[in-house]
């Protein structure tokens, strides 16, 4: 059974940074294409960045150039680095393995606000 476990949402000022963890467990997390959605309040889900097995990147443009996917093969994990945070980016990120579209985390919420 494919677990996600996301981490490492909070509180954060217009500018700053977080770092969002997820942990992966229950699926082939090598051959894996991840991802990380996000859902503002009153919005639809939408997809932020992935990363196939071979490390190929692609973002939304919203988030191109301040977030950064990337996945540590060693404990199964995804990670979203995102850098020059703004309001806009308040929302609640979920991290996906595409090869269950049916299964989601809890999701960790960003708050971007002074």
């Known amino acids: 059974q494919v677990q996600l476990v996301e981490s490492g949402g909070g509180l954060v000022q217009p500018g700053g940074s977080l770092r969002l963890s997820c942990a992966v467990s229950?699926?082939?997390?090598?051959?894996?294409?991840m991802g990380w959605y996000r859902q503002a309040p009153g919005k639809e889900r939408e997809l932020v960045a992935t990363?196939?097995?071979?490390?190929?990147?692609n973002y939304a443009d919203s988030v191109k150039g301040r977030f950064t996917i990337s996945r540590g093969y060693a404990g199964n994990a995804v990670y979203l680095q995102m850098n020059t945070l703004k309001p806009e980016d308040t929302a609640v990120y979920y991290c996906?393995?595409?090869?269950?579209?049916?299964?989601w985390g809890q999701g960790t919420l960003v708050t971007v606000s002074s």
């Open positions: 996906k393995d595409m090869m269950y579209p049916e299964v």
């Open positions: 229950g699926s082939i997390f090598s051959i894996s294409t």
């Open positions: 990363i196939t097995s071979g490390s190929t990147t």
